[in-house]
């Protein structure tokens, strides 16, 4: 299976609701987990981060949060904008193999649409 | 601005032309990384360089040549590739490889194979 899997692939939401998309990853050992932003035409953006010392973390209209022992991670966008809709990546640590390091591992992404 | 620079932004080439990606970052980090995204597949990552030196390679045909002259630089030299290839390729930095920090992206070469 994948490392790191996301949901759901596709997203549409009505201006100032709330969106959720959530990611599970395979190794417990894993400890950081970015999010990321696309928009079109553009290269991923770091939105927000969580390491595993903490279980949430609030940046305005977006959270994310952390559940290590069922090892998922959720990202949560509020009052949603139209501005909002691109594509979001979450990621996590995991390890290469043997003596090879810990790597950034990426879901296939989220494509939101905030519909006015 | 990202503070990761590559160029050109669009490229097309044919299967039989010899052409060169370009990144630099201003950020002052150690490692930068060549990621392929294709449509519908996660990022896929194909070149690690840590100080310079190449610390990873994911199993990138050779028609993929990557060059790290510097910390700042990073290439990725092309030839004979296929149509199979075309996907956009970003290139990323960050201050070094494993240490559980972000990923610094740029916006990508669009890179269409005929």
């Known amino acids: 299976g994948e490392n790191v899997e996301q949901h759901p692939s596709t997203l549409s939401v009505q201006e100032g609701d709330s969106a959720v998309i959530k990611c599970t990853y395979s190794d417990s050992a894993s400890n950081y987990f970015p999010w990321y932003k696309q928009e079109l035409g553009k290269g991923p953006q770091l939105i927000i981060d969580?390491?595993?010392?903490?279980g949430e973390k609030k940046d305005q209209r977006i959270a994310v949060t952390l559940n290590k022992t069922a090892k998922h991670f959720s990202l949560h966008i509020t009052e949603t904008q139209p501005e909002d809709s691109a594509v979001y990546f979450c990621a996590a640590y995991l390890p290469r193999g043997s003596n090879s390091g810990y790597a950034l591992n990426f879901g296939k992404g989220t494509s939101l649409l905030v519909t006015p | 601005e990202t503070g990761v620079t590559q160029t050109p932004r669009h490229l097309v080439m044919g299967m039989t032309n010899k052409k060169s990606l370009k990144c630099e970052q201003h950020l002052g980090h150690n490692a930068m990384y060549w990621y392929k995204q294709s449509a519908k597949k996660p990022l896929e990552l194909m070149f690690v360089?840590?100080?310079?030196?190449?610390?990873e390679n994911n199993s990138v045909p050779s028609r993929f040549s990557p060059e790290c002259p510097n910390s700042s630089h990073l290439f990725l030299h092309l030839h004979t590739l296929q149509p199979e290839d075309s996907a956009l390729y970003l290139c990323?930095?960050?201050?070094?490889?494993?240490?559980?920090?972000?990923?610094?992206f740029g916006n990508g070469t669009r890179l269409t194979v005929t």
């Open positions: 360089y840590n100080f310079k030196e190449q610390t």
């Open positions: 969580i390491r595993s010392n903490v």
């Open positions: 990323a930095s960050s201050p070094r490889t494993g240490d559980n920090s972000p990923l610094h």
